[in-house]
């Protein structure tokens, strides 16, 4: 018996092996290739006139140009910036709807399906919805307030706007993780404080938040990954402008790569994107691993 497990496992590991095996070629082809064309372009120039694999090899040249271009670095620091401002705010709503939508109240259940819909709504689609009612002449935005303030329009309130249209469509998704969290915690502790006289507010900043970091950081991680790389609401929204106060990393690198066609650049302005968002995810993780030795 023992020697036919013995022989089992190898097959096991075998078969295991042979069933992943198609997937991570697919992936590979699928994300692989294409990330390392992009590294390779970025230390090359391309202009239209040639192919692909035409242009010559410029080494830092790239970077080097980057960090020395003022809108590189006015959209990285935007970018920062804004995604600082987006995710506290929808950790702070998001931590708030939890919170509210674990109580026993009338008609939670409903408002908890409702609140799920601005997730669930395509980037593209929901950005296309705010437009129309932001509009200066004819949306119900301006209607309902009494006034004809070009919000998409001033450079002064594109970026808030922009800011307040991602913030109401990925909140929910931090109240539904916060949400699963609090209904897995453990009533112990809470009693334990009730007993020991603690009320409503020291209870929750002293057992409850605790409890709830985990959850708290994994949700910082994902929406900061995806904050900080923000494009479909904005590009629909305002497309950078006005006066580039909405020009945003992603939206700085489209632009040079498809409508300056300096694709060596955009290349480059990309993966400075991605090593900027690996050193936050790995600030990120060294937290997380950290609280979760303690």
């Known amino acids: 018996m023992s020697g036919r497990n013995a022989t089992a496992m190898p097959l096991d590991r075998l078969f295991t092996t042979f069933a992943v095996l198609p997937t991570c070629v697919v992936m590979l082809g699928v994300f692989g290739i294409p990330l390392m064309f992009s590294l390779y372009m970025s230390f090359h ?133 916060l949400l699963a969290g609090l209904r897995s915690l453990p009533r112990e502790p809470l009693e334990a404080a009730a007993i020991d006289g603690a009320g409503p507010w020291q209870s929750f900043w002293h057992v409850v938040l605790p409890m709830l970091r985990p959850y708290l950081l994994v949700a910082l991680l994902l929406r900061t990954i995806f904050e900080f790389r923000a494009f479909e609401n904005v590009y629909i929204l305002t497309g950078g402008g006005p006066a580039d106060s909405t020009m945003l990393i992603s939206i700085f690198t489209y632009t040079v790569s498809f409508f300056s066609f300096d694709l060596g650049l955009g290349a480059a302005s990309s993966w400075m994107t991605l090593v900027v968002s690996m050193l936050m995810c790995a600030g990120f993780i060294a937290v997380i691993r950290q609280r979760g030795t303690q």
């Open 45 to 177: 120039g391309w202009s239209m006139e040639q192919g692909m694999l035409g242009g010559g090899f410029v080494g830092w040249e790239n970077y080097t140009d980057l960090l020395s271009d003022d809108r590189f670095t006015g959209s990285m620091l935007l970018s920062l910036g804004y995604t600082a401002a987006t995710v506290t705010a929808e950790l702070l709503l998001g931590l708030g709807v939890a919170l509210v939508l674990n109580l026993d109240l009338p008609l939670v259940k409903m408002f908890r399906t409702v609140m799920v819909v601005p997730m669930m709504m395509t980037p593209i689609v929901a950005a296309l919805c705010w437009k129309l009612l932001l509009d200066p002449i004819h949306g119900v935005i301006n209607l309902l307030l009494g006034t004809h303030v070009v919000w998409l329009g001033e450079p002064t309130t594109a970026l808030a706007t922009v800011a307040g249209v991602n913030v109401w469509q990925n909140s929910p998704y931090v109240a539904v993780l």
